[in-house]
C-alpha cells in the first residue's frame, strides 16, 4: 500500500506540467527530489512509468495506466479535503502576512472573494518581507505573500506572479528614458532595507549607473509613502521621481495624474511569492487558500492596459 501520498502528487504534477523543472518550482522542492519520488514510485510499482525526452516527458504504457489510477485518487482525496474543510470551517480568522505592496495594493483586489472562497474571516498584516516570513514560522501568520524570497528553513516557497517596477512621476515622461537623464532627475527613494532598493541598485550597478551621483531629495519607508511623495512634488523643474511598483501606481496612471515610463534596455521583473510551514504542506485549510491564490495570478488591474 503507498502510503506517502507526496510521490503521487509529485507524479500527477510532473505529467501535467510535462516537466520536472516545472514541477519542482510548483511544488517547492528540489529537482533532485522529484526524480527521487518517481524513482520510488517506479521501483513499488515495478515498471518504468516516465521517460525524459529533450521536449518534455512521455508516460509509458504502464505510466498512463498509472495516471489513470491516480487521477481518481486525486479526486476522491479533493472530495475528503471539501469535507474536513466544511468540519474545519467554525469562526476561525485565516492570517496572511504580506508584503507592503502586495498587502496595500493586490491583496485588496480579491479580499472579500477569498473569505467567500473560503467562508472564513482573512486577517491582512502588512510588513517588510523578512518580518512576514519570520511570522509564518512564528506560526502567528498561516501564509505570507512576498516578493523578496528571502529562503528561510522551515519554510516552502511557491511562485505566484510576476511584477514589473517602473519609473514614474507627477510630470510627463517619455515613454523611454534613457540612461544619463537619470542624472537630471530629483529622486524619491526607498529606505535601504527595501527589497524594491536592493534589487534596482544591484541592476543599475551591472550597467555602470552611480545611484550615489542622483540628486535624492528624500528617503521614504513605504510605497505608499513613494507615491504620495511623488504626486505632490513641485513640478517646477525637473522632475521627481521613483521606481515603484506598476501595481500601485495603476489607477493614477489611467487618470493621468502619475505618469510611467520605463528606462531604455532595462527590465526590473521581479517574481512574487506564497510561502508557508513545511509542516502545513498537507494542511486542507492552507492548501485551500494557496489554490485560490493560484487561480488569481492574473489580476485585471488596470496596469494591463497598455499607455
Not at 514510485?41 to 491516480?70: H, M, P, Q, S
Not at 529606505?191 to 541598485?201: G, I, K
Not at 507615491?227 to 501595481?247: C, E, F, R
Request: charged share 30%; glycine share 4%.
Amino acid at each position: 500500500m503507498i502510503k506517502n501520498f507526496s510521490r503521487i502528487e509529485t507524479f500527477l504534477t510532473v505529467v501535467k506540467g510535462k516537466s520536472f523543472s516545472k514541477a519542482s518550482k510548483k511544488l517547492g522542492i528540489s529537482q533532485p527530489a522529484v526524480t527521487q519520488q518517481i524513482k520510488l514510485l517506479e521501483d513499488y510499482v515495478g515498471n518504468k512509468l516516465v521517460e525524459r525526452k529533450k521536449n518534455g516527458i512521455v508516460l509509458t504504457k504502464a505510466g498512463e495506466e498509472f495516471y489513470r489510477v491516480c487521477l481518481k485518487l486525486e479526486r476522491c482525496i479533493l472530495n475528503v479535503e471539501k469535507e474536513i474543510i466544511k468540519i474545519m470551517n467554525k469562526e476561525l480568522t485565516f492570517i496572511i502576512g504580506a508584503s507592503f505592496m502586495i498587502g496595500n495594493y493586490l491583496v485588496p483586489e480579491f479580499l472579500n472573494d477569498l473569505k467567500n472562497a473560503i467562508h472564513n474571516e482573512v486577517l491582512i498584516k502588512v510588513d517588510l518581507s523578512e518580518n512576514v516570513l519570520n511570522e509564518v514560522l512564528d506560526k502567528k501568520a498561516d501564509l505570507a505573500l512576498v516578493e523578496s524570497p528571502v529562503f528561510l528553513e522551515g519554510l516552502i516557497y511557491r511562485e505566484w506572479m510576476e511584477d514589473e517596477l517602473v519609473l514614474f512621476s507627477n510630470s510627463p515622461l517619455p515613454k523611454y528614458v534613457k540612461k544619463e537623464d537619470l542624472y537630471n532627475f530629483r529622486w524619491i527613494c526607498r529606505e535601504e532595507e527595501s527589497h524594491t532598493r536592493r534589487l534596482v541598485a544591484e541592476a543599475f550597478e551591472e550597467v555602470g549607473i552611480e545611484c550615489k551621483s542622483f540628486n535624492i531629495v528624500s528617503v521614504v519607508t513605504n510605497p505608499t509613502v513613494v507615491k504620495q511623495t511623488v504626486l505632490k512634488a513641485d513640478k517646477n523643474g525637473p522632475p521627481t521621481v521613483s521606481i515603484i511598483s506598476k501595481y500601485v501606481i495603476a489607477d493614477e496612471v489611467e487618470n493621468g495624474t502619475l505618469y510611467m515610463a520605463r528606462i531604455k534596455n532595462m527590465k526590473f521583473i521581479r517574481k512574487l511569492y506564497i510561502a508557508y510551514l513545511k509542516e502545513r504542506k498537507y494542511d486542507p485549510f492552507v492548501d485551500n487558500v494557496i489554490q485560490y491564490l493560484m487561480s488569481k495570478r492574473k489580476i485585471p488591474l488596470h496596469s494591463h492596459q497598455s499607455h
